[in-house]
């Protein structure tokens, strides 16, 4: 008999993947396990053992920071594994792209971890939960996937977590990176890498600064949440400004009012590509956010600054740091 050479170990948290049609409600719901989620599953890997873990079944929604500490630490304690060779992880696809950043910015580790889950659950067709499991566990256990980090693994396509947005509410093609596009394929059984990624830097910490909130620019916006947030007591706020970083000049005063309360303001772009830059100096252009003490996101999204954020304010209250935390070269 074959012995087994690698053993990954999948862990369900839920999402779509384990849901099905519920009669009664005339919706979806949580339903499967993981084991009878593996059940649907042909083993088509001989030399490849699989462990189940059954974190929870929670709709990605109902996803929080405490979950998402408690799920670090069960993947850490599969990693720690000598037995190991990689760790899978299905997930709702809603807030798929922010748990996988949050675990590529606080594992330092370089076994794969590999996020997935699916658009369709078992109740429909095309049910495209088991091809995403599949073609993760062949990521999982290929030699090259070693040292790069947190990897999202969906339809085939292999992205970074640092780069992945999810773009589609219906597609089964609903993730994309949308600057350089995935890192590589699964083509049937071969996993293949058309690129580099350049690491994250790890921000390692237990603690986590949950007061961050995330606002969007628009036009003829003031500054009455930006004050909202401060007097709440958030610790940081991001800002998706506009194009290369900017905001409406009637939110200057707010963000003026939340750096004067040690309230930390990151600003990004609500733009799809590209990186914000102070470029611009009018009333609210990016110019003046950073000579009032603003910081800006580079090319992260406001949902990964938002959780950068969150990391850095729970490791330090440092300005300074928490700046170099957010620049390319941190």
Known sequence: MKSLSKKVAIVFTGGTIAMAMNKDKNSFVPALTGYEIMKLFNNHFDDVEIEIVDFGNYPSPHITIDLLKKLKSVILSLLNRSDIC?????????????????????LDFSKPVILTGSMRNVSEDEYDGINN???SIRVAINEKSIG??????FNNKI??????????????DAFCSPMLGPIGFVDTDKVIFYRNIIPQKKILTD???EKVSLLKTVIGMDDKLIKFCVDSGDKGIVIEGTGRGNVTPTMVEGIKYALANNVIV???????????????GYKGGGKELVSIGAILGENLNGLKARIKLMLSLGYSNNYEEIKRMFQSAY
């Open 159 to 172: 992205f970074a977590a640092s780069e992945v947005v999810k773009i589609s509410t219906s597609s089964l």
């Open 207 to 209: 603690a986590v600064e």
């Open 148 to 153: 790069k980090g947190v990897l999202v693994v």
């Open 133 to 135: 499991i599949k073609a």
């Open 266 to 280: 990151v600003i990004v772009s609500r733009c799809l590509t590209g990186r914000v830059l102070d470029t611009y």
């Open 86 to 106: 990689g760790v899978v992880v299905t997930h709702g696809t809603d807030t798929l792209e922010e748990s996988a950043y949050f675990l590529d910015l606080t």
